[in-house]
């Protein structure tokens, strides 16, 4: 028969991707210490995608890779840090052709948690009896607010109903008390963390 031709071109679609943070592409709201999932859908181009991983601190105005070009569509990390982020991926096919996705704002909130202290004597605390001329180590722990911490020791003379400052507000959380004297004595520390925020221990006697 007669011969037919039949010229066959490649139909190039431009190459498209579109970026999904935990399902969502709003502004999303977190925590510090929360775990965010990336997933990336790319269309077009020659396939076999390659993806890379970015993430913009709008506080400081740097990019940071989390990622380098990887074959998996999907990227998972934790927000180690407060202030707003803008998380993104460039997407390569097997030409070369690159493209970004669109750009995803998480609003990383930082979890506050009250300042809270408490005071051992010891180790313990407990009452402590102790004879003329002995020491006691005081130790004091503090938990939330915003370290760092700095810590005022002072003592109550039960006798006398007076308070002493042993040692002003000093990044050691220990300190060493000697006895010269005998009588009953009520110690405690303030502490204050790194935004003025100040709390007292309870009191040991």
Known sequence: TNRLTVKVTKTTTPLAANLTVNNMTGTIDAKVGDGVKLNVKATGGSGNYTYKYVVYNTNTKVWYTLKDYNSSATYTTKLSSAGTKQFAVTVKDSEGNTVSTNRITVEVNKVVV????????????????VEKGTSIKLTAEATGGSEVYTYKFAVLNVDTGKW??????DSNSEYTYSFDYSGTKQFAVTVKDSEGTTVATNRLT
């Open 164 to 169: 002493y400052v042993l040692r002003d507000f």
């Open 114 to 129: 009250p300042l809270s202290a408490e005071l051992k004597v010891n180790g313990s605390t407990d009452k402590v009896v």
